[in-house]
C-alpha cells in the first residue's frame, strides 16, 4: 500500500448573508431551540453558523391552552400560540448567556400591530450581542380584522418599512407559505428593504381525534412542521430565489445534509434546522458533519459553490 | 442530560400489554433521580417521528460479558403499548439500536427522614415511584396504594414488597385486590394520620381525587404529570400545565418537561373548569 | 356461554350528494385510479361508493417527459402532465367497461382554455352512462399567461359559469390548494353553479437529487399527494365546510378509515382515496371495512350522524 | 395479477451487497411468465410509502412443512442494496409478513425454437433473464453474456450454467471473466452469426448500446427496461417510456408497467436526443 500523502484539504463553508460571515450556513430554526440554553448541554453553540432565538413579543405572552402540539405522519402540528418571556425579560436574562459564545445571535420577533413590530424591533436594535432580526410575519394583524401580515403583499409592504426604519442591523423577513403566488410576498418584503428572506414558517394543519371527534389541538388549527413539509418548502425557496436578488435562507423539514444540499441547491444561502432538534438535539452537528463530508467526497472546495447550483 | 446511542438489553412482556425494557445506560446510576425521565426513540426508525418519553422505573448494573470489563449499566423502563410508538418498540430485542435523551426534569424531594410515605400508583403512574420507594426505605416507613382497572394493569407489586413496601391493591373490577377505588383507601390512610408525605402517580382523575384529599387533610402532595412533548428539554414549550395562579388574565404555564415531571401539588391550578392542567389533553391514560 | 341472540344491524354508510345516492362514502381520487379497468382484477368496483376516472380533456394529451413521479417523505411528487386519451377515446372505449358495474361514473375534466372546459362538459353530458362531472380547475389558464384557474376566483367564477351552462349533471368543483385563502375560491365556484366541491388537489412541490443537481421531475415542479399532506387537506376541508352550503369531498393522505373518518368528522360527505390505491390496491375495500367496524364499535347506525360531528 | 399477503422464506446475501429472496407466492408457477415482475412491499411498514418493483428471478417449489401438505410454492427475487426501500429489506427474515403484487406486465416472447438464442445481462439485469433461459433451452442453443462493473456485480452465472447456458463473463475492471464491455463480445457473436435472438436487460447504456448492433446487424431483440414505477398497474402514468414514432408533436408514451417491462426492440424510440425512453430519469443502474 501506497501511504497517502495528499493533504485533506476542509472545504469552506462560510457563508455571507447580508453582511454577516456565517462559519456555516447551518442555524436552528425560531421556537425549535428555545433561548439557546435548551440545547447547549447537548451541542457546541460554537459550532453552528448562527443561534435563532425563539419569537419575541414587546410583552411576555403566555401562549394557548393544551394540547399545544401533535405528532402527525412524518410531521407535527403546533400551536405553541407564541409563548415567549418578552423582549425585555429576553435581553436581561437571556442575552447574556448567548453573548457567551461566539455564534451571530439571530433573534426571532413579532407583533400584533405594525407598532408593536417596530417597538420590538427598535428595543433589540439597541442591544449589541444581537446580530441581526428575523421578523416573523405569520402573525395575524389585529387592527385589519386578523388577517395574517405575510399574506398580504400591502401589509407586508407596510410593516417592514416601518420596521425597517428602526434598526440598522441585518433584517431578515420570515415568509408564510400559506399563500398562493410567494413571489409576490417575496418581492413585497424585499422592496420594503428586507436585507435577506427566510422560508418556510409552518404550514396551517389541522388533525382529529375521531374517537372524541374533537381537534388535537386546543386551538384546533396549527402548523405543520417536520419532513412531510420538505418538498413544499423547497418549490418555494426555489421560486423566491428567482424573484429576488437578496439572499435567501431555506427552512423545512430538514433533517439530514442530503435536506439540507437540496435547499442550497435551489439557491439558499444557508439553513435553518427546525422540528429535528426535537428529535435529535445532536441534528445540526451531524448536518454539519455530514456537509464536510459531502463537499469532500464531490471536490467542492467551497460550499458557496453549490450554492444555486440546480441544473433545470 | 445526554444524549446515548444506545442498545436493548431485555424486553418482555410483564403483563398483558405491559412491557419491561432493559437498556445499556453508562452514568444513569450516579446522575438519575427518581421521577426523572428519558426521551426514547428507536435509531433510524421514522415513524414515530417524535421521541416518546418514560419514567425511569430503575437503574443497576449487570455482570459484564467478561470478568476484564466493568459491569454494565443500565435503566428499565415499563411502558403499556397504546400507539405507534409503543407498538413499535414491543418488537424491539436485545441489540437494537435505540436513544436515550436523559435523565430528564426534576424528580421527587424526598421530604422528612422517619415521616410515614404514602406512594399513591394508578396502572402505568407506578413506574416513577419504584425508584423512589428505593431511596426512601432505608429512613421511613413506606405505603405503596396501588390501584388500576383490572388485575392486568396490577404490575410490579411484587418488586415493590421485596423492597419491604407495605402495598395495598385495589382494581376497579375486583379482579385483584379490593374491589374500588385507590383513592377511597388513601381517604382511609389519612383520616388514621395525616402527618406523611404523598406522592402520586396515574391518570389525571386519579391524580385530582388524590389532590382533593390531600388538600382537604393538608397533607403535602408531590405528583408526577404526562404531558405530550415534543423535546423534552423546554425547548418547543410543548408541554405545559398551568401553574398556581394561572387565569385567563394572567396566564402561567410551566413546562412539564423541566419544571416538571414532578411537581408539589401547591406549584398547580387544580379544579379550573377548562383545561385544568393537561386534564383534557386526551392523553391522560 | 351466553349464545348470542342480538342481531348485528350494518350501519347504514349511504350518503347523498347533488341529488346523487352513494352507497358508501368512499370513491377513488381521478388519476390514481386510471380509467376503473386497471384495478379491476383487485377490487369489485361495485363495493365503492362512486368510480372517478383520470381527468380528460378535450383532445387527447401525451403529458410530461419523465421522470414523471418520486417519492419524498411520506409522499410522493408526481408531474404526469395530465396524459389521457381525450373525451372522445373515453367515451368510445372506456366508458362501455365502466358501464358493466353498478357504480355512478364520476368523470374528471379539464382545460386550458374556458372553451375547452366547455366543451368537454357538453360532450359528457350527453353521455347517459356520466353520472357527475368533476372539474379540476389546477390547470394553467394558456390565455391569461397560466396563471391557474383555481388560484383566480374571478376565473374560478367564469369558467364555471360558463361549463355550469353546458351540462346539467351534477357539476363537482376540485379545488387546489396552492391558494391564500379557500373560503373565497370555494365560494366563488359555489356561487359560480357548482353542485360540490372536492379537495385538495396536490400540493405544489420539489425535490432535486444532490447527486447530479437536477430535480427530480424532468417538469421541475410537481403535485405532492399522500399521507404528508393530510394534516393540510384536513384544514382545508375544515375551512371549506364552514365557507359553503353544498357538499365537500375530502381528499388527501387518506390510507385508512382513521384517515376518512377526519375528514368526515369536520364535515366531508364522502372522501376520494389517492396515493393509497398505488401502495394497496385494496386501499379504499379495508377502509369501507374499518368504516363499518369503526361505526359497529360506536354505535353509529347512520354514518351521516357523524359528517360533521367535529365538536370544537 | 392479484396481491399476495405472504411471508418471506429467505434472504440471503449472495455477493457484496446483493440479495436473493425467496417469498411464499401460491400459483406463481403456473402465472408467472419470464419477465415479468412483482411490486413487493413490506407489510406495515412506512417508509417507504410506495412499493418497489423487483423482476421474477425464477419460481418453484418446496418441500411443505408435514407430509400432508402440498409442496410450498415461492418465487425468488435477487436485488441490490441502493436505497431507503432496499435497505430496509436486508434486513428482513424468515417469516416477515410482505405483500406481493403480481405478476404484473408482459414478459419475454420466446422466439423461433432452435434458433440460438443470446441473452445479454448487465449486473442486476441479469435477474428476469434467468427464467427465461430455463424455458428456452430445451428448444434452442442459449448463451448468456453477462457483465457488471468488478465481479462482485457477477451473479449467479453458476445457476445459467447448471442449465446448459454457455456463459461469458466480462467485467469492465477485469476482476472476473475477460476485462471489457459485454457489448463489445455481442458485437463479436453477431459477426460470426446474426441469425439469432437477442434479450437484453441492464444498464440504460448497455441497453443502447445492444440496441445499436443489433438494428446494425438486422438482428431481432427484445429489451426489459427499468422505470420509476408508483402503482405497477397502469394508472399512474409515471413509469412511461418513447414509443417508436415519438416526436415532440405527436408524443407517444408506453407505459413499461403495462406494455413492458419487455419490449421488442421497435416498439421503442431510440437515441433521440432529449429523455430516450427511461435514460435520462437517473434510476437506471
Ligand atoms: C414524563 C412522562 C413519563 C411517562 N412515563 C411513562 C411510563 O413510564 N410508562 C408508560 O407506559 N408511559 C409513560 N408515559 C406516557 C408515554 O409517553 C406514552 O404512552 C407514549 O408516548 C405513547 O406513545 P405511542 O406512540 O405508543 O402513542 P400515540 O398515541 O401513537 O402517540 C402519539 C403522540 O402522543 C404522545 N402521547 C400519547 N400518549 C401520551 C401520554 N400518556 N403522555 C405523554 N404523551 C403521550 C406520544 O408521545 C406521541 O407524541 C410518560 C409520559 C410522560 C410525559
Ligand atoms: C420492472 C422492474 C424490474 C426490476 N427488477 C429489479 C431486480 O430484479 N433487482 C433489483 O435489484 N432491482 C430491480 N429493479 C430496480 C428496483 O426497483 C430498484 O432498485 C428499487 O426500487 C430501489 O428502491 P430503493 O428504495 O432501495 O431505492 P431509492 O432510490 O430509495 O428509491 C426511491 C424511488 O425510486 C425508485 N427507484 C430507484 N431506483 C430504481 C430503478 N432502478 N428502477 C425503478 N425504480 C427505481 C424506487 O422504486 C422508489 O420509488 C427493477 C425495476 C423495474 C422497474
Ligand atoms: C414548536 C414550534 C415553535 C415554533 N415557533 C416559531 C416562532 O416562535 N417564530 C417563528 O418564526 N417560527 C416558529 N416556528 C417555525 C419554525 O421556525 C420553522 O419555520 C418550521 O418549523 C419549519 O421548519 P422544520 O420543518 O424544520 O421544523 C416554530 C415551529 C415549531 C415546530
Ligand atoms: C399520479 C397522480 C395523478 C393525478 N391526476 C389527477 C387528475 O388527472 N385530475 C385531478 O383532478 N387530480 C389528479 N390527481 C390528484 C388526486 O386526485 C388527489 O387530489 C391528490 O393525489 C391528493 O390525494 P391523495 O393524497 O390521496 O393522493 C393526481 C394525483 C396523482 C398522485
Ligand atoms: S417537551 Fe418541549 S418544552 Fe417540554
Ligand atoms: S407504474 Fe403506474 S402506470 Fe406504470
Not at chain 1, 420596521?163 to 403566488?181: F, H, Y
Not at chain 2, 388485575?151 to 402495598?167: A, K, M, Q, S
Request: net charge neutral; glycine share 10%; hydrophobic share 40%.
Amino acid at each position: 500500500m501506497i501511504k497517502r500523502r495528499k493533504k485533506i484539504i476542509r472545504p469552506r463553508l462560510s457563508v455571507n448573508i447580508a453582511g454577516m460571515e456565517l462559519r456555516n450556513p447551518v442555524m436552528p430554526a425560531s421556537g425549535t431551540f428555545g433561548y439557546g440554553e435548551e440545547y447547549a448541554p447537548y451541542l457546541d453553540l460554537n459550532s453552528l453558523g448562527a443561534i435563532v432565538t425563539k419569537g419575541l413579543s414587546l410583552h411576555p405572552k403566555a401562549g394557548n391552552r393544551t394540547p399545544r402540539i401533535c405528532e402527525t405522519v412524518s410531521g407535527m402540528l403546533n400551536a405553541i400560540g407564541l409563548q415567549n418571556v418578552g423582549v425585555d425579560v429576553f435581553i436581561k436574562h437571556k442575552m447574556p448567556f448567548l453573548e457567551q459564545f461566539d455564534t451571530p445571535v439571530i433573534v426571532n420577533f413579532f407583533g400584533n400591530t405594525q407598532d408593536e413590530y417596530a417597538a420590538v424591533a427598535e428595543r433589540l436594535d439597541a442591544i449589541s450581542g444581537v446580530r441581526a432580526l428575523e421578523m416573523n410575519i405569520s402573525c395575524p394583524n389585529v387592527k385589519h380584522g386578523g388577517i395574517v401580515f405575510g399574506t398580504d403583499p400591502k401589509a407586508i409592504s407596510s410593516v417592514v418599512r416601518q420596521v425597517r426604519k428602526k434598526t440598522s442591523k441585518p433584517l431578515i423577513v420570515k415568509l408564510t407559505p400559506n399563500v398562493t403566488d410567494i413571489q409576490v410576498t417575496a418581492k413585497a418584503a424585499e422592496d420594503a428593504g428586507a436585507d435577506a428572506l427566510s422560508l418556510i414558517n409552518t404550514l396551517t394543519g389541522m388533525s382529529v381525534d375521531v374517537k372524541t371527534r374533537r381537534p388535537r389541538l386546543a386551538n384546533t388549527i396549527g402548523g405543520l412542521s417536520g419532513p412531510a413539509i420538505r418538498p413544499i418548502a423547497v418549490r418555494l425557496v426555489h421560486q423566491v430565489v428567482q424573484a429576488v436578488s437578496i439572499p435567501v435562507i431555506g427552512i423545512g423539514g430538514i433533517t439530514r445534509a442530503m435536506d439540507a444540499l437540496e435547499f442550497l441547491i435551489v439557491g439558499a444561502k444557508a439553513v435553518q434546522v427546525g422540528t429535528a432538534n426535537f428529535v435529535d438535539p445532536h441534528a445540526m452537528a451531524t448536518i454539519l458533519n455530514e456537509l464536510e463530508d459531502f463537499c469532500l467526497a464531490e471536490g467542492i472546495d467551497d460550499i458557496n459553490d453549490l450554492i444555486g447550483s440546480l441544473e433545470v | 442530560m445526554k444524549n446515548h446511542k444506545t442498545i436493548v438489553l431485555s424486553n418482555q412482556e410483564i403483563s398483558p400489554g405491559y412491557y419491561r425494557m432493559r437498556i445499556l445506560a453508562p452514568d444513569y446510576n450516579k446522575l438519575a433521580r427518581p421521577g426523572q425521565f428519558v426521551m426514547f426513540r428507536v435509531q433510524r426508525s421514522l415513524p414515530p417521528l417524535l421521541r416518546r418519553p418514560f419514567g425511569i422505573f430503575r437503574v443497576g448494573f449487570m455482570p459484564a460479558d467478561c470478568d476484564t470489563m466493568p459491569p454494565k449499566e443500565f435503566i428499565e423502563i415499563i411502558y403499556k403499548v397504546v400507539g405507534s410508538g409503543t407498538e413499535i418498540m414491543q418488537g424491539l430485542h436485545y441489540g437494537d439500536p435505540v436513544e436515550l435523551l436523559g435523565p430528564l426534569g426534576q424528580g421527587f424531594e424526598f421530604g422528612e427522614a422517619d415521616e410515614e410515605k404514602i406512594l399513591v400508583g394508578g396502572g402505568i403512574g407506578l413506574v416513577p415511584l419504584y425508584m423512589l420507594a428505593e431511596k426512601m426505605i432505608d429512613h421511613s416507613k413506606v405505603r405503596l396504594l396501588m390501584g388500576g382497572r383490572t388485575r392486568d394493569d396490577i404490575i410490579t407489586v411484587t418488586e415493590f414488597e421485596r423492597l419491604g413496601v407495605e402495598t395495598y391493591v385495589s382494581t376497579e373490577d375486583g379482579s385483584l385486590g379490593e374491589a374500588g377505588l385507590v383513592t377511597q383507601v388513601l381517604e382511609k390512610k389519612l383520616q388514621e394520620n395525616n402527618q406523611v408525605s404523598v406522592y402520586a402517580c396515574g391518570p389525571m382523575p386519579m391524580i385530582e381525587a388524590v389532590e382533593k384529599i390531600c388538600s382537604a387533610h393538608r397533607t403535602p402532595l408531590q405528583v408526577s404529570l404526562e404531558a405530550l412533548m415534543a423535546c423534552g428539554v423546554g425547548a418547543c414549550l410543548g408541554c405545559v400545565v398551568k401553574g398556581a395562579g394561572h387565569t385567563q388574565e394572567q396566564p402561567s404555564y410551566l413546562c412539564t418537561c423541566k419544571v416538571g415531571p414532578v411537581f408539589h401539588a401547591r406549584q398547580l391550578a387544580w379544579g379550573s373548569d377548562d383545561d385544568a392542567a393537561a386534564s383534557d389533553c386526551g392523553v391522560c391514560r
